[in-house]
């Protein structure tokens, strides 16, 4: 089954440079081979089942401790 998650990491940081929370959460998705789409807003991986769910977890930790404050996840199947 292939799904597709979408997460965003606070505190936000406005313009410029995205904080290194959002980084560092993007280039663990990144390493892992999902399929990623980094914005503004948040970021979207996507992949099979078997690939995704496992890297969850890892991103929230990789966040938190890169000073994410908070993290907000969704994730739905990507027909």
Do not use: K, Y
């Not at 948040?42 to 994410?68: N, Q, Y």
Request: with cysteine; hydrophobic share 40%; aromatic share 6%.
């Amino acid at each position: 089954m292939r799904l597709r998650a979408e997460f965003t990491t606070e505190p936000f940081h406005g313009e410029g440079e995205a904080p290194p929370h959002a980084l560092a959460a993007l280039e663990l998705a990144e390493s892992a081979g999902l399929e990623c789409d980094f914005g503004p807003l948040g970021t979207s991986v996507a992949g099979s089942d078997e690939r995704l769910l496992p890297v969850l977890g890892e991103i929230m930790v990789t966040a938190f401790a890169h000073g994410a404050t908070r993290v907000t996840m969704q994730v739905e199947q990507d027909d």
